[in-house]
């Protein structure tokens, strides 16, 4: 398809499992983001690269969070020692802009993890 | 704490009756944008406004984006059941740009 797509849609994990998801971004979009979904709550920013280089992880909650976009496009987000309260859905969004303020990113239809 | 508070958190109406869903904050932004989120979706842009007053108008909806950029409103005109969904406003600040704010959102349901 022509949009952002992630995977896996759906994760259950064990709490203390690493997870790994991934973010196909709108092919030659120069920027990526990820943002985290808690339910019933806004998006909250994690990280932001433009091609390769992670230019803002200020978002990340804990060194447990990594992200990495090695060839500036697909881009993965792991999630090491997973805890409850990582539970949320987890977007990607890209962007043909290098600067997003006043221009349109798409969103991925998000990755939902749990951790039971 | 959200730096964008929008209001009110739920909003429940008939088909055919008018809306309004507030976006307030004591900060600046450089612009804002109004997303709507479905079940199981991404958020998909709406519409952005930059400049202080400005509105804009899509189909039924009206996006008003404060004199000093730090509030915007949007208004539904007649809702119908199409329009139900999760309304959330973002904000982009200068430098920090490329990382939008957003607000907690505003679940709207248009009943038939």
């Known amino acids: 398809g022509a949009g952002v797509s992630q995977s896996p849609r759906y994760k259950v994990a064990k709490r203390g499992q690493d997870v790994a998801l991934r973010c196909d971004p709108i092919s030659g979009h120069v920027s990526l983001f990820w943002y985290q979904q808690a339910l019933g709550q806004g998006p909250e920013f994690l990280t932001y690269?433009?091609?390769?280089?992670?230019?803002?992880k200020s978002g990340l909650p804990s060194d447990r969070f990594f992200a990495e976009r090695p060839e500036g496009s697909v881009s993965t987000l792991k999630i090491q020692r997973t805890q409850q309260e990582d539970s949320a859905v987890y977007l990607c969004?890209?962007?043909?802009?290098?600067?997003?303020?006043?221009?349109?990113?798409?969103f991925g239809e998000g990755s939902w993890l749990t951790v039971v | 704490t959200q730096l964008l508070e929008q209001s009110p958190q739920f909003l429940s109406i008939q088909e055919g009756e008018n809306l309004t869903v507030y976006c307030n904050s004591s900060s600046v932004f450089s612009s804002l944008q109004w997303y709507r989120q479905e079940p199981g979706e991404g958020p998909v842009l709406l519409v952005t406004v930059v400049t202080g007053g400005e509105v804009k108008k899509l189909k039924r909806l009206t996006f008003q984006f404060g004199d000093a950029r730090k509030d915007s409103s949007l208004h539904i005109t007649a809702a119908q059941p199409g329009d139900t969904g999760l309304y959330l406003c973002?904000?982009?600040?200068?430098?920090?740009?490329?990382?939008?704010?957003f607000g907690g959102g505003t679940r709207v349901l248009v009943k038939p």
């Open positions: 690269f433009q091609n390769e280089a992670q230019l803002d």
């Open positions: 973002a904000g982009a600040r200068g430098a920090a740009g490329n990382k939008l704010t």
């Open positions: 969004a890209s962007s043909p802009y290098r600067v997003s303020s006043g221009n349109t990113i798409y």
